[in-house]
């Protein structure tokens, strides 16, 4: 059953550089710009990688200009994590996090857990496989919560 789309949602994984990017484009595409929509890593060591890039270029989804944050970083730029209706984790170390800084916030964390495609496949079309398997795995928890896409692709 669909649900209403909350006003903000904030995805977080471990770097802030495959899963957490990926779910914030597929979002966007999907459901438009009524939600604000937000990702962040525990860390920030790590740049957008390109398998991510790639897989959701197939989809028309751009994530070339993705800069990475962390949640630390987030909140040095002044954007207060009580400030999103919804927290998405896709990793075990995401939603630690998530739990430890909402612990005093009436905030929904909800974990999502989404395959971790890097160091897997031994080719590039394998690796670009796996990529595809996260990216997917995604797609099917949106869809799932919110419904099918409301913008084409």
């Known amino acids: 059953?669909?649900?209403?789309?909350?006003?903000?949602?904030?995805?977080?994984?471990?770097?802030?550089?495959?899963?957490?990017?990926?779910?914030?484009?597929?979002?966007?595409?999907?459901?438009?710009?009524?939600?604000?929509?937000?990702?962040?890593?525990?860390?920030?060591?790590?740049?957008?990688?390109?398998?991510?890039?790639?897989?959701?270029a197939e989809l028309g989804v751009e994530l070339s200009r993705h800069r990475s944050r962390s949640f630390d970083e987030m909140e040095q730029w002044g954007e207060d994590l009580s400030s999103f209706d919804l927290v998405l984790a896709l990793s075990?170390?995401?939603?630690?996090?998530?739990?430890?800084?909402?612990?005093?916030?009436h905030l929904e964390v909800e974990y999502w857990p989404i395959l971790d495609p890097t160091g897997l496949g031994e080719t590039r079309e394998a690796k670009l496989d796996s990529y595809r398997a996260a990216r997917d795995q995604i797609i099917d928890r949106l869809t799932e919560r919110w419904g099918n896409p409301v913008l084409k692709f």
């Open 1 to 56: 059953m669909r649900q209403v789309l909350p006003q903000s949602v904030l995805f977080c994984c471990d770097h802030n550089a495959v899963r957490s990017p990926i779910a914030e484009g597929m979002m966007k595409k999907f459901y438009g710009a009524g939600t604000y929509v937000q990702s962040v890593g525990v860390t920030n060591d790590m740049e957008i990688d390109g398998f991510s890039i790639a897989v959701c």
């Open 92 to 105: 075990p170390a995401s939603q630690r996090r998530a739990l430890e800084l909402t612990r005093f916030y």
